[in-house]
């Protein structure tokens, strides 16, 4: 079954009239916010030799302690992770760099030479961050998916896709030998596939599609199997397996991945889709930084289809400004803002309250008192530090996402105006949610109990919310970031009541909106404004009271996390 969310895309002579009119204010408005972001946040200052943020901000009375981590450091949370080839600040800097230089050769090129200047200077930008051999794997594995989904593709062999694969082994080529014809060499390794799936496998399987479906769902369910299996091996062998940096990346985004194979089953990929096409979905400069992070925004072909040149360019272009202009404050400000809350609650009223939530379950095993303010307080800020963070990340993303020409739309829509879990559920994590509803939701939903529509509604969300949050969700970003070891796989499962109680609060929030009609619109200037206040904090503080249970240290128990829980809620055991 086939489900569009957000209509067709636009066509091809839209698209031209939306990329028809060059603003040169909006293209100084891109270039001078990624100045300011490389000059706060990277080595520019060093290289220019001009006054550094601390330099300038140390000439003011400005407790200067309290926007920076140390003395020489600008503290912000804006990755590149798993590389060490160079320092944070010089990777931001080229993370910028590559920024800027996709956005102007996408602003200034033709439709369809667009998508191919963002995959070229992706692999520029990654090749530099993590050298050869780490490029060449990622961009094999993605060869190797788009091969096993699109071998029957009769244009696959078209000569624009192969002048780009060859112009790629030639820029290579060009900085370094070694590196070109390695490029060059596995590109012919991926052809020759190509040619044994096309002329040798396909009139052999073409009478059994269902192994070959079979095949395909394999690929795709790769990264879970491998964290699984890999979990299951360390514990019986005491052997921990290493995962390639490359693959690593490959898994991180899977759940695009599946998204884009959901597409690809419901028939809303082209069959003629190229390979620049495929893999400008997942080689984008706004994939390259806390790559960890909300992998899933940007989703899959369908919806980056839909969402690319549908709107002039220079609106979409002016609303991703503004979105990295937010993440800007986020990065600079979340953790001061919170650690001076932290601060004056714990002057003010003595009351004791943790950076994050698992400090307070330690220091309950460790036998020291914890009233209900602590554990209230604590989850609540963290929960706040959870969503500046990723909030900060995402904006910046969705951002760059937009200075490319995608009028994405942002994973926050203003979460504290959420009056009940349904609403937060949707206002804090669109893409996630979207990417649960389509790979789990939809299926259930539209298979199961046709005639019951509560008893669907409520199955359809527990398997959303539960079972494929926690599986395929969270397990196996968690695995690959800390090890791929049972010990760790089982401290995860061990937090399963967070997403029973998540799940069971949003399926029945939702069958309580299904049963009563809304009478007014939340927030609407009336007399029930304060109820409105009052349920917002009470979703939010619930919402951070749950993550106490997944919030497992090795030495807790289940029965610690519910007595915390319990002692949240003012009951004290």
Not at 126 to 151: K, M, N, R, V
Request: glycine content about 6%; overall charge positive.
């Amino acid at each position: 079954m086939r489900i569009q969310l957000r209509g067709a895309p636009a066509t091809p002579e839209q698209q031209e009239k939306n990329n028809a009119n060059n603003n040169y204010w909006v293209v100084s408005g891109v270039l001078t916010v990624l100045l300011v972001y490389a000059y706060l946040f990277s080595n520019a200052p060093v290289y220019f030799d001009i006054p550094s943020p601390q330099d300038v901000l140390g000439k003011f009375d400005i407790q200067i302690k309290n926007l920076f981590k140390n003395v020489r450091d600008l503290g912000c949370s804006l990755h590149i992770q798993h590389t060490s080839l160079f320092g944070a600040k010089d990777e931001r800097l080229v993370l910028f760099a590559v920024i800027l230089l996709a956005f102007l050769s996408g602003y200034f090129l033709p439709i369809k030479y667009k998508k191919a200047a963002f995959v070229l200077w992706f692999l520029l930008g990654f090749g530099f961050l993590y050298g050869l051999a780490t490029t060449l794997i990622f961009l094999a594995a993605h060869l190797t998916i788009y091969l096993s989904l699109h071998y029957q593709n009769k244009n696959i062999f078209a000569v624009r896709e192969t002048l780009s694969l060859v112009i790629f082994g030639v820029l290579y080529l060009s900085l370094d030998l070694q590196m070109g014809m390695l490029l060059l060499v596995s590109i012919g390794v991926a052809g020759l596939s190509l040619l044994i799936l096309q002329f040798v496998l396909d009139p052999i399987v073409r009478k059994k599609n269902k192994w070959v479906g079979l095949f395909q769902t394999l690929i795709i369910q790769t990264p879970i199997l491998f964290a699984a299996l890999g979990a299951i091996s360390e514990g019986l062998t005491q052997y921990e397996w290493t995962v390639p940096v490359g693959i690593i990346f490959l898994f991180w985004q899977w759940e695009r991945l599946i998204i884009y194979y959901v597409d690809f089953r419901g028939n809303g990929i082209p069959d003629d889709i190229s390979v620049i096409e495929y893999l400008s979905i997942f080689m984008s400069p706004a994939t390259i930084s806390n790559n960890r992070y909300a992998p899933y925004v940007g989703q899959g072909y369908s919806y980056l289809a839909g969402c690319f040149y549908s709107l002039d360019k220079n609106r979409i272009i002016i609303n991703g400004v503004k979105l990295i202009s937010i993440a800007l404050f986020y990065f600079l400000f979340n953790q001061w803002f919170l650690k001076g809350v932290r601060l004056f609650i714990h002057s003010q009223f003595g009351i004791t309250v943790y950076e994050y939530s698992y400090q307070v379950v330690r220091q309950y095993v460790a036998g020291e008192s914890i009233s209900t303010a602590t554990v209230l307080i604590t989850t609540f800020l963290d929960q706040v530090r959870v969503f500046l963070i990723y909030g900060a990340v995402t904006h910046f993303r969705v951002g760059t996402w937009r200075l490319l020409g995608y009028n994405m739309d942002p994973q926050y829509n203003k979460p504290w105006k959420a009056t009940n879990l349904v609403s937060l559920w949707s206002r804090f994590a669109f893409h996630y949610r979207e990417f649960l509803v389509r790979a789990f939701y939809y299926p259930v939903f539209f298979r199961f109990f046709k005639k019951r529509p509560y008893l669907r509604t409520f199955t359809a969300t527990m398997i959303a919310t539960a079972i494929g949050n926690l599986l395929w969700g969270h397990i196996p970003d968690h695995l690959y970031y800390r090890g791929v070891t049972w010990d760790y796989l089982i401290l995860l499962l061990r937090g399963w009541p967070y997403y029973i109680l998540l799940g069971l609060g949003i399926s029945l929030t939702q069958l309580y909106l299904m049963k009563r009609k809304r009478k007014r619109r939340p927030w609407t200037w009336d007399r029930y404004f304060a109820r409105d206040i009052l349920f917002s904090f009470l979703t939010f503080q619930f919402f951070s009271l749950i993550h106490i249970f997944s919030r497992t240290t090795v030495d807790s128990t289940l029965a610690d996390h519910a007595k915390l829980f319990l002692i949240g809620l003012g009951i004290h055991l």
